[in-house]
């Protein structure tokens, strides 16, 4: 794909591999549900279906092939977004309603889709193994960007769910999905601990939900709900769930889980925030989503948001937005990360909400996530791990104060409403006992005074050699 003049950088790349990987994965799934149903007929045309013009080997290339993908193939997929409203043919519209060819060598184009086909995506192996390989397309494609969007890292999206619990028949929201992070782990955690029969997996296939903005993310979170075994993702729509009105969303959008990560540090285009009430408006993006959040959750629904500090300590707009949550949900604990979590796309420091609607909180828990030993920071290379949660976990149930987790009343926030509360059994460097700081000072004066005497003696004895 580099050879070719059409791609400009990953981002492109990855946005060619996308829709091919998704017409190869949905032909796959066709194979496998026509086995099953001798009836089923799919919504393609025969001429446009994967296994016609793609599996053959020695099939169409060069200008032919070329030719095809963009004066056959896109303009009658694309049209599919306006035709159909439901099932596979409505999800085949969504993914290539804004989709792109990039590519503009034909023969370059059919040794893609010649390497693709070494893959099969009804063997386990394979679909395992691609499985790490799009986790790692996934990470690849983030970049810090000014609309806020970060990959969160699976660490982080594993810990939330798992302390959620999504249960079988619980719907289940990321209103901001981007790739799907959150929607496939929820998928993987119901399936794993519910999931008994052919009707259970058509429960847990019917309650998920995602909604994305823009084009490239939404194809691959749908792709990676096929690859997940959804096998017909209409459910993630392509969309801005900020641009619909507060007052539309009915009972029937309500929601018993929402896990999500919002873009932060962005802003929403001019007259988005008259869909909000008056109280509430605002262009930051992070902060419409957690009202949107709040009023999605049905009584009693559980939600893990990553928001950043910004949110914590606001004022204005932000305190009421806060006031209206402590009010009308118990935000029991707010887990905070420290700096480089979501290293290298962005350094701002980040927490993890954690709340239940239908009760007013009276008390919020904090804990700081510690770094593991030895660490200062996250790197791309060395990121967050799962591992590093189980700390979290075992104080999750049997909750005591000690030097990383504390409590504040609901007493002391009510008014300016500041959810950045500084840990108060922390030991401050600063009014530490003054014959402990003189201790540790002497010691250091010891160590620089060791050191230059280290370096005067190696000096001169390069003298002395250099006089040699």
């Known amino acids: 794909m580099r050879q070719d003049a059409g791609i400009d950088g990953d981002a492109q790349r990855i946005g060619q591999l996308a829709w091919m990987f998704f017409l190869k994965i949905f032909d796959d799934r066709e194979a496998e549900t026509e086995l099953l149903d001798p009836h089923y007929s799919s919504p393609i045309p025969s001429d446009l279906r994967w296994r016609t013009w793609a599996v053959p080997k020695e099939g169409i290339t060069g200008d032919t092939l070329l030719t095809f993908v963009n004066n056959d193939l896109f303009p009658t997929l694309k049209q599919f977004a306006e035709t159909s409203t439901t099932g596979r043919a409505n999800v085949i519209g969504n993914v290539f309603q804004d989709a792109f060819n990039y590519m503009k060598n034909g023969t370059l184009i059919r040794q893609v889709v010649n390497k693709i086909n070494e893959i099969d995506f009804n063997r386990s192996e394979d679909r395992h193994m691609f499985g790490d390989i799009y986790e790692q397309i996934l990470k690849d494609l983030q970049s810090a960007g000014n609309s806020g969007e970060y990959y969160t890292p699976r660490a982080v999206t594993q810990f939330m769910i798992n302390i959620v619990g999504p249960q079988l028949g619980e719907t289940v929201l990321d209103p901001a999905c981007g790739t799907g992070g959150f929607l496939t782990g929820a998928i993987e ?103 949107l959040i709040e009023h999605l959750l049905k009584d009693g629904g559980r939600a ?99 030097e990383i987790a504390w409590k504040v009343s609901i007493d002391d926030i009510r008014g300016d409403w500041n959810l950045d509360i500084a840990n108060p059994n922390k030991v401050d460097a600063e009014h530490r006992d003054p014959a402990e700081l003189l201790k540790e000072y002497e010691a250091l004066l010891g160590e620089i005074d060791a050191t230059r005497t280290s370096l005067r003696d190696a000096l001169v004895a390069a003298i002395e050699d250099g006089l040699k």
């Not at 889980?257 to 262009?283: D, H, K, M, S």
């Not at 707009?317 to 979590?341: F, M, Q, S, Y």
């Not at 701002?348 to 660490?375: D, R, S």
């Open 189 to 291: 955690h119901v399936r794993v601990n519910h999931v008994k029969t052919p009707d259970d997996e058509a429960r847990l296939q019917a309650s998920i939900r995602g909604v994305e903005k823009k084009q490239l993310p939404h194809l691959l979170c749908t792709t990676n709900m096929l690859l997940h075994g959804i096998d017909v993702p209409t459910n993630i729509a392509h969309d801005n769930t900020l641009s619909r009105p507060l007052r539309d969303y009915g009972n029937a959008d309500r929601v018993d889980v929402i896990l999500t990560n919002p873009p932060f540090g962005g802003t929403e285009e001019p007259g988005i925030e008259n869909n909000f009430p008056q109280a509430y408006r605002t262009r930051e993006t992070a902060d419409l989503f957690l009202v």
């Open 304 to 402: 893990a948001v990553v928001l950043p500090d910004g949110t914590l300590f606001g004022d204005g707009v932000k305190a009421r937005i806060k006031e209206k949550l402590l009010t009308d949900c118990n935000l029991h604990t707010v887990v905070r990360l420290p700096k480089g979590v979501f290293n290298p796309y962005t350094s701002i420091a980040t927490n993890l909400l954690f709340f239940t609607k239908g009760q007013p909180t009276t008390e919020i828990w904090y804990y700081e996530h510690q770094y593991p030993a030895g660490y200062k920071n996250y790197s791309k290379t060395k990121p967050i791990r799962i591992e590093e949660f189980e700390a979290e976990k075992a104080w999750w149930d049997n909750r005591v104060e000690s």
